[in-house]
């Protein structure tokens, strides 16, 4: 266990948020200080001419969080990118991948007109087509899916896509499998969530509370709602909140925590049961709040949870039972107080269970649905306009066909992806990229990208994608203020070459399918179909709608409150209480048989360590390495190995390993820190790339950028894939991917 040194904490936190890389619009800096003068409302002078710079709002799509962002545009060129001051989430502040936005559109490597494959599958030869053609050739392929198959396209969206359109053209063709990777990450979060709570998303309100426990979660580097949540996290810790954090790996989170307990892998649900046991033994519930908003009773709690000891979870997770029992009554003691998991929590077995346990503790407590705990997230249901298409299944199903895809005992009449990289992030990348080139089990693969990816690479037919700084978009993310709110993304400039909107491009081929495509896309342009979404908000109708939108970026109700439903409203569950059921048993099942192992000797009986991909601060996904701004803070990575793992196994710092799994094997410098678990290896993700373009892969070129001959970090290298390693598996419906039970060994080599 560390503890962060106390009389240097807040110099820490104020050192942690400009690690994070937040910047804000409302810094005033005196001119000449800086290239560029920043002036108070987001506002820019260019430094050329004096002259103010057209700000466009709209909002950045590099993760899930969708901060509103200015777009400062000067001769019809996109010069900087801030933050809005009138996002009530991010409140003007933006974070270093919000910045590079930038490069992603005058990235030299993007494809910026149709293209078809001129050779082999895979083998790089292109013919450049007409728009026309294009279209003309994919709706040959639609239509012969129709007359055989139609269940047989698979489409496959990215972060940045827009779920509405999506799941409208899938339907539309006759399909039932999307795949929404935004979704997908948040499965088992979304699960538990709608079990217990009703909604499938959860606001932690960090700003109001004094007591935070942190299960697997690092958000001063990563999150699903990266900045909101970071700086409410900041906000809190400034007032004094203490942070408490389960980790197998010393994050940046970690790091700045009053205490970090390296967990293994695995056993989060079992270490939030033992106390909640605690909680429920000493008497330190809430009676009152269990009676009035809990469908479980002091007696049921009491027995579900007696074989869930500080003592089992010591055996399972190396935590004493001791310090179990203190944090447990720390916090029931403390109010208000919230429990909180990270996203790798989702991807592992038993995540479900494990997102459940933690709410539990919450309730437990009192902290649900009130101010400073764990609250259903108020958001705006952008519904789609009618005529509605059939709704889609659970997205377990398209995975399901795209793992019997990748064994082999599965085809796709057509594989159709839309800014989406699977042959690169998804679990055993190889075996994907396999199934890709496979023509008897991908009969036409479609990409619908900015860049030739290590998945577009291998398509049939390229379809160019505008980024989301020339694109349309709409959204309602979970408001941290607690006021349902609604963004607009709007194109900042004219998208590049013969670039188009994904949305763009789904509209037209909507109209190519025949009798349903007449049927349910009757909207001549994006602007009209999301003016139809936005006419079944009323109150965002009579203060001006989407025009409202474009010259403001956001709206919410003015005369709204914040949404704390244990204050008089019921919880949107069939009981209108939180319903948890036998959550303590299922949870044994998911976590206790399957992490039984002793810490003691830094390794299992087998000698094999649990694998572990973590997010670097600067990356974002599929595409960040072709930023050159991100690339240069953090092109590489190594693997991360406890200094007793280290030793017995003959390795030394920087040594090159073999990392060996089940799927595939690796070679990787290592580096040795006392920073993780002995029985526990690190790997950060967003390295290694083969395609995307050339920054990513670390090659100095000549381009219309006069920064890329001067690439300096070739020689370092562009590190490695960690999804080459992970096994994955489908864990069932409403659980997404189970990624991170991944077991590995590592050998030193020569």
């Not at 960090?206 to 700086?231: C, D, K, W």
């Not at 390495?625 to 190594?638: G, K, R, V």
Request: with cysteine; charged share 20%; hydrophobic share 40%.
């Amino acid at each position: 266990m560390l503890r962060s040194a106390r009389l240097t904490r807040r110099q820490l936190l104020k050192l942690g948020v400009v690690a994070a890389g937040m910047a804000t619009a409302d810094l005033l800096v005196a001119k000449g200080v800086m290239a560029e003068e920043f002036v108070r409302g987001g506002r820019s002078v260019s430094r050329t001419t004096g002259a103010l710079r057209r700000a466009v709002p709209s909002n950045c799509a590099h993760c899930a969080a969708r901060c509103g962002i200015l777009g400062f545009v000067e001769e019809d060129r996109l010069v900087k990118i801030e933050g809005n001051p009138r996002d009530p989430n991010s409140q003007g502040r933006l974070c270093a991948r919000g910045h590079a936005g930038i490069n992603r559109l005058y990235d030299p490597d993007r494809v910026l007109f149709p293209m078809a494959r001129a050779g082999r599958r895979g083998e790089g030869k292109w013919v450049r087509l007409s728009w026309e053609q294009a279209y003309d050739t994919l709706q040959e392929w639609l239509r012969e899916l129709q007359t055989r198959d139609p269940e047989s396209l698979i489409f496959h969206a990215g972060t940045e896509v827009s779920s509405l359109l999506a799941s409208r053209f899938v339907a539309a063709a006759g399909s039932k499998s999307l795949i929404d990777e935004v979704r997908l990450r948040e499965a088992s979060r979304e699960t538990a969530n709608r079990l217990t709570l009703g909604t499938r998303s959860e606001v932690v309100d960090l700003a109001h509370t004094r007591h935070i426990l942190n299960f697997g979660s690092n958000p001063y580097e990563t999150h699903a709602m990266y900045l909101p949540f970071v700086q409410r996290l900041v906000d809190a810790r400034m007032s004094g909140a203490k942070l408490i954090t389960f980790d197998p790996r010393l994050s940046l989170t970690a790091g700045r925590s009053d205490e970090w307990y390296p967990i293994m892998p695995g056993t989060d649900g079992l270490v939030a049961l033992a106390m909640a046991n605690v909680v429920v033994q000493q008497n330190l519930h809430n009676r009152q709040f269990l009676s009035r908003w809990t469908d479980l009773s002091t007696e049921q709690l009491a027995k579900q949870l007696a074989p869930y000891t500080p003592e089992a979870a010591e055996r399972a997770s190396g935590i004493r039972a001791d310090d179990l029992r203190r944090v447990a009554t720390e916090f029931a003691h403390t109010r208000p107080a919230v429990a909180f998991a990270g996203g790798g929590l989702g991807q592992q077995k038993g995540a479900v269970d494990t997102q459940r346990a933690v709410i539990l503790l919450n309730a437990l407590v009192g902290s649900v649905g009130v101010s400073g705990g764990y609250c259903p997230a108020p958001t705006y249901e952008l519904s789609e306009p009618d005529p509605m298409p059939p709704p889609l299944p659970d997205s377990a199903e398209a995975i399901q066909r795209v793992e019997a895809l990748l064994q082999g005992k599965g085809s796709s009449g057509l594989y159709l992806t839309c800014l989406a990289n699977p042959a690169y992030s998804w679990p055993n990348s190889q075996a994907f990229r396999d199934a890709l080139l496979d023509e008897k089990r991908v009969a036409y693969l479609v990409a619908i990208d900015t860049n030739l990816t290590e998945t577009s690479a291998l398509a049939d037919l390229v379809l160019p994608a505008s980024t989301y700084l020339e694109s349309w978009g709409l959204e309602s993310p979970p408001a941290h203020e607690l006021v349902p709110y609604v963004a607009l993304r709007q194109p900042i400039v004219r998208p590049r070459g013969e670039s188009l909107s994904v949305d763009d491009i789904l509209l037209t081929l909507g109209t190519r399918l025949g009798e349903n495509g007449s049927r349910y896309f009757p909207f001549p342009t994006v602007q009209s179909y999301l003016n139809a979404v936005l006419a079944k908000l009323p109150g965002l109708s009579a203060a001006g709608g989407l025009s409202l939108l474009r010259e403001q970026g956001v709206w919410y109700d003015p005369a709204a409150s914040p949404r704390y439903y244990a204050q008089g409203e019921s919880f949107s569950t069939p009981s209108g209480k939180l319903e948890f059921g036998a959550i303590a048993a299922e949870t044994a099942a998911g976590d206790g048989q399957t992490a039984g192992v002793s810490t003691s000797s830094g390794s299992s009986s087998s000698g094999e360590l649990t694998l572990i991909g973590y997010r670097p601060n600067v990356h974002f996904g599929d595409y960040s390495a072709n930023c050159w701004w991100l690339s240069e803070i953090d092109h590489d990575n190594a693997l991360l190995i406890n200094p007793v793992t280290a030793q017995q196994r003959g390795i030394k710092q920087g040594q090159q390993v073999k990392v060996i799994s089940s799927v595939s094997t690796i070679q990787v410098k290592v580096r040795i820190t006392q920073g993780i678990h002995p029985q526990v290896v690190a790997l950060a993700n967003g390295f290694g790339h083969e395609g995307v373009g050339r920054i990513a892969r670390a090659e100095a070129f000549q381009s219309e950028d006069p920064m890329t001959p001067y690439i300096w970090w070739t020689k370092q290298g562009r590190g490695v894939n960690v999804s080459a390693l992970l096994s994955g598996q489908d864990g069932g419906p409403g659980r997404g991917l189970v990624m991170a039970d991944t077991r590995v060994r590592v050998e030193a080599m020569g």
